[in-house]
């Protein structure tokens, strides 16, 4: 069965930081790209960031330069380190497969406000 499990989430402040971790199950791990997914209530949820089995990584506008998305194949586990952090941030954010799964995670909220 297909799991992911986001973690990191909590409060911050403009301009500060945070480090998202997602443990997933091996074999969608092992397989497909890996992404981080954010959602803000209303909207549709949003691709930010991508990272390919071998490390290649791609991003949204939105965060180009200020966040960062890696993974530990060891660990089945994908990253993504946050810098700058800016009020639009704030959302939810997911885990899954890039294309994504039919399968979500309870998400991890990121909150940047002071």
């Known amino acids: 069965q297909v799991q992911f499990v986001e973690s990191g989430g909590g409060l911050v402040q403009p301009g500060g930081s945070l480090r998202l971790s997602c443990a997933a199950s091996g074999s969608i791990f092992r397989t497909y790209r890996m992404g981080w997914y954010r959602q803000v209530p209303g909207k549709n949820r949003e691709l930010v960031a991508v990272?390919?089995?071998?490390?290649?990584?791609d991003y949204a506008e939105s965060v180009k330069g200020r966040f960062t998305i890696s993974r530990d194949n060891a660990k089945n586990t994908v990253y993504l380190q946050m810098k700058s952090l800016k009020p639009e941030d704030t959302a939810v954010y997911y885990c899954?497969?890039?294309?994504?799964?039919?399968?979500w995670g309870q998400g991890t909220l990121v909150t940047v406000s002071s």
């Open positions: 990272v390919a089995n071998g490390g290649g990584t």
């Open positions: 899954n497969s890039v294309p994504s799964s039919e399968f």
